[in-house]
């Protein structure tokens, strides 16, 4: 549920403005405040938070990579990337989210850089400039997400790698992320999500093959409403992230 940082779609014969939802930005803006409290809307990502970071490093090794974090929100995985050593750049198109990161890093002491900006613009001033692009729980919030990989794409050097996250589209998928965490447990604001908007594995995997990216690992996560415990699954039915490269030149 990362506040969404979009660029210009891909389908477009002339851009006209930025592939954003006022909606999903202006939502997650009114929600920046508690970004960084673990037990408020974002706890979620609070939980996740450990799950994901470790898949990541154990794939591409952040220790003395160049990062950006797209639709990085309040800056929950930019900062815990750069604590690893990651030279992080965290980007988002809400400005209460970014102002709420930067504080953050201030209080904390981790330097990242956030700046406001789509991806497709950094993509386009930038290309091949970084080892990591992350983009995670953000594409289903955007109205054209193949843009948003192709500008991960664009975005990462020749043999680098690209990590997405986000959510199936299917009935289980729909009755966990939708009734059970928004209506029934009540762990996501209602309206947090729009089924329609979900993507599922094989329409993510040929937005990246159109983007020159080759699939490494795809893992699911599953969470135990029990423990309160997120896990690694090979279960990709609801949450699911997938780790690419580019194609080397």
Known sequence: MTSPSQVLPASAGKPTGPNADPKEIDKFS?????????????????????????????IAGLAGKKVVDIGCGGGILSESMARLGANVRGIDLSTKALRVADLHSLESGVAVNYEEIAAEALAAR??????????????????????????????????????????????KAYLMAVVGAEYILQMLPRGTHDYEKFITPSEMARFARNAGLDLVEM?????NPLSQIYSLSRDTDVNYMMAFRRVAE
Request: aromatic letters at 8%.
């Open 30 to 58: 009114e929600l920046a405040h508690h970004w960084w409290d673990p037990n408020s809307e974002f706890k979620p990502l609070h939980d996740l938070n450990p799950l994901r970071l470790g898949w990541i490093d154990g």
């Open 126 to 171: 930038e290309p091949g400039s970084v080892d990591v692009v992350t983009c995670m729980e953000m594409l289903e919030h955007v109205p054209d997400p193949a843009s948003i990989v192709q500008a991960c794409a664009t975005l990462v050097r020749p043999g680098g790698h690209v990590f997405v996250s986000t959510i199936n589209r299917n009935l």
């Open 219 to 223: 893992r699911g996560m599953t969470y």
